[in-house]
């Protein structure tokens, strides 16, 4: 299987058969043909969704994480960018949830200031959570870590800003 890529558009060589696939928003293009996502087999597993595309009898897989801007193309388990096996990192759903609500509890605390500090927080505890090198223990760590660093520093700007409104 000989692969390259080029933007979202992999050419990757199966069976002695060039095939093109494409990505662009909700459509995926096999050799200039269209496919719409919403019409193509799918299944979630934790931040991916996972889609078939047709490509002869073999297993190709469109790996989507959007909230990490992540996309890779497998055939039979290899990813067509890397050649090696994809490792999607297992990670239960609750896991972030426990992130989200408190993240969610300092939108609503912080208003504005609280989801300005929030959003980042909530895109770094993502790219920590997809990290295939660490362990569960060590993304739940850092996540509660960013959790943490977040509530600091929505309080020590809403300190400053009362300490400057108070004339001190």
């Known amino acids: 299987m000989e692969k390259e890529r080029q933007g979202k558009s992999w050419i990757v060589e199966v069976d002695g058969k060039s095939w093109e696939v494409g990505f662009s928003g909700e459509k995926?293009?096999?050799?200039g043909e269209g496919n719409k996502l919403k019409d193509l087999w799918a299944r979630k597993n934790g931040n991916w969704t996972i889609y078939g595309v047709p490509i002869e009898a073999k297993r190709a897989e469109l790996y989507i994480n959007m909230e990490i801007g992540r996309i890779?193309?497998?055939?039979d388990g290899i990813d067509c960018e890397t050649g090696k096996p994809l490792d999607i990192p297992e990670t239960p759903?609750?896991?972030?949830?426990?992130?989200d609500i408190g993240l969610?509890?300092?939108i609503?605390?912080?208003?504005?200031l609280g989801c300005l500090i929030a959003l980042p927080g909530r895109i770094a505890?993502?790219?920590?959570?997809?990290?295939?090198?660490?362990?569960?223990t060590e993304k739940m760590i850092i996540g509660l870590m960013i959790l943490a660093c977040c509530w600091?520093?929505?309080?020590?700007?809403?300190?400053?800003?009362?300490?400057?409104?108070?004339?001190?």
Do not use: C, M, P, Q
């Not at 609503?108 to 504005?112: E, L």
């Not at 505890?125 to 569960?136: G, K, L, M, P, V």
């Open 108 to 112: 609503v605390k912080g208003g504005i």
């Open 72 to 75: 890779n193309l497998v055939i």
């Open 104 to 106: 969610i509890l300092l």
């Open 152 to 168: 600091a520093a929505y309080l020590a700007i809403a300190f400053l800003i009362a300490g400057v409104a108070a004339g001190l």
């Open 93 to 99: 759903g609750w896991a972030i949830h426990i992130i």
């Open 125 to 136: 505890a993502a790219r920590a959570f997809d990290d295939e090198t660490s362990s569960f």
């Open 28 to 31: 995926v293009t096999v050799n």
